[in-house]
């Protein structure tokens, strides 16, 4: 029979069906719960109750095939570097590692409980001692954390891997050797290539207001405190003064600076107040604080904070870390508002040279990043020096403002893991107990090592240009960590419960 409808717009378009006899195989309701393919803002609550028809969305399905390709990707480029896979368990012990534990309960041991892993950071670290000198594995990661647009909540999955004999510029080989080629195979934008730019804490600290710049936004934080040393301004009495200048800033209008206080005095980013300034094409000070601008400090500001003309500048007044910040936040706003962040590229930087510790919340000493960090100066630094002002072996990965991987040298000696502790409030006692493992492995002829973990689910975002984590993840949990498709957490039988030795408040 002669096909007349031909359809070359159509994958299927040559060919003619003609059906002598029908068999519904998988019946399917009169009525979808929303449209699958459209343009209409479908409630994502809905969407995740019914997952298994969103994921034939045909962006949602591409992400989710996407993340394949790029998991096996990352295997066939980890073995070729000659890294081995292993597996670690995922009922382990409860360990400090900058998040609550997923507490599991033991039926046979009555009482006691394991810990879904936040990492395999200890396990690593015993194969390093076993004699595995290149481990790796697709881990799954649990840790009991609110979630956000880039952290999906209770677990996610790192490319994890250790080396012996390492240092931390062999560990930063392997990343800009396996990163940068896995987003040139999968991304169509411009990739950075390495060695990455390094960038020591402090300095993004200061110069960024953040520990994750995005290196896409050309704006910079500079400290001015001394240049209002003697200004009459009272608002910027006794307080360290952080500035943003914005070229060509003078062009906006007083709606636009308006616009910024808001943003800077909301709950969110707590400041007191934005001050501002512009100066004019005639080189003249105009608007907001310009009043307080002496001859003295305009002169200041023109030859050693590079101020020209027709630019803007934001002040950020408050005491020293609240300021560096509210800036970081006021800098990342400037930048999407005024649409300066560069497009079509994957800017890559390492932190390096993180505080091996901060004070807490109640002001005793706490690990900051790492407690299975190298110190850096070993154990003289850590019986001489103020504790808040050593610096770790660790590091980060940025990539576009986003943590990327995170990791360390390790420390494998026994004795200064324990001075290590000590300092943040651990008896030997106490490692001994709760890291018993590790403290017996490593009386055992340790060799140095090192590592890092890049996040999986935040590479596959970045790669499908995915704003939210949860479109890159098959069965993602919501806002509120709950599985509206499985209907998880919820309420199990008293007899369940007896079974484990729990008993309800």
Not at 17 to 30: D, R, S
Not at 241 to 258: L, T, W
Not at 327 to 345: H, P, Q, S, Y
Not at 445 to 472: C, F, K, W, Y
Request: aromatic share 10%; hydrophobic share 40%.
């Amino acid at each position: 029979m002669e096909r007349t409808n031909k359809n070359a717009n159509m994958a299927t378009g040559e060919i003619e069906v003609v059906a002598k006899e029908i068999e519904v195989l998988g019946k399917c309701k009169n009525v979808l719960p929303f449209e699958i393919n459209t343009d209409q803002e479908v409630r994502e609550d809905l969407r995740l109750e019914y997952r298994f028809l969103d994921l034939r969305n045909d962006t949602l399905h591409s992400n989710i095939l996407l993340r394949s390709k790029i998991l096996k990707t990352l295997r066939d480029k980890m073995d070729e570097l000659g890294f081995a896979e292993i597996q670690t368990p995922i009922l382990a012990n409860s360990s400090p590692e900058g998040a609550r534990d997923y507490l599991v309960p033991s039926r046979i041991n009555p009482g006691e409980f394991y810990a879904l892993p936040q990492a395999p950071q200890q396990f690593k670290q015993l194969l390093m001692v076993a004699g595995f000198n290149k481990y790796y594995q697709i881990a799954p990661c649990f840790r009991d954390e609110d979630p956000r647009a880039d952290r999906a909540p209770g677990e996610f999955y790192q490319l994890d891997f250790e080396m012996s004999f390492a240092t931390q510029e062999d560990v930063f080989q392997v990343i800009e050797e396996v990163v940068p080629y896995t987003f040139k195979k999968f991304a169509d934008w411009k990739v950075d290539e390495g060695p990455f730019v390094r960038i020591p804490y402090k300095e993004a600290m200061e110069k960024y207001g953040i520990d994750k710049p995005d290196l896409r936004n050309p704006l910079i934080i500079q400290d001015v405190t001394n240049v209002f040393e003697n200004s009459d301004f009272k608002a910027f009495e006794g307080k360290t003064i952080k500035a943003i200048v914005v070229p060509n800033g003078a062009n906006q209008g007083r709606k636009f600076f308006d616009k910024m206080g808001e943003f800077a005095t909301t709950e969110e980013v707590g400041a007191k107040g934005l001050a501002w300034v512009k100066w004019e094409e005639t080189g003249e000070v105009a608007g907001g604080i310009a009043k307080f601008i002496t001859d003295d400090i305009k002169e200041k500001l023109e030859n050693e904070y590079k101020v020209g003309k027709n630019s803007a500048i934001f002040f950020i007044a408050d005491e020293f870390e609240k300021a560096q910040k509210i800036a970081g936040l006021v800098r990342i706003e400037l930048g999407k508002r005024l649409d300066l962040i560069e497009k079509g590229v994957y800017k890559f930087c390492f932190i390096v040279d993180f505080p091996m510790y901060e004070l807490s919340d109640e002001g005793t000493i706490d690990f900051s990043h790492n407690p299975f960090s190298m110190p850096q100066g070993g154990l003289e630094a850590l019986e001489t020096k103020n504790p808040l002002e050593i610096v770790a072996y660790q590091y980060d990965l940025v990539c576009n403002g986003y943590e990327m991987a995170s990791g360390a040298v390790r420390n494998h000696n026994p004795e200064i893991m324990v001075k290590a502790f000590e300092i943040a409030g651990y008896s030997e006692e106490d490692v001994k107990n709760r890291f018993g493992a590790l403290y017996n492995a490593f009386q055992y002829g340790t060799p140095p090592h090192a590592g890092a973990a890049p996040g999986v689910d935040r590479m596959v975002m970045l790669i499908a240009d995915s704003q939210n984590i949860r479109e890159i993840i098959a069965f993602p949990k919501n806002k509120k960590a709950r599985d509206l498709l499985m209907r998880a957490p919820s309420v199990v039988s008293k007899e369940q419960l007896d079974d484990v030795h729990i008993q309800l408040k």
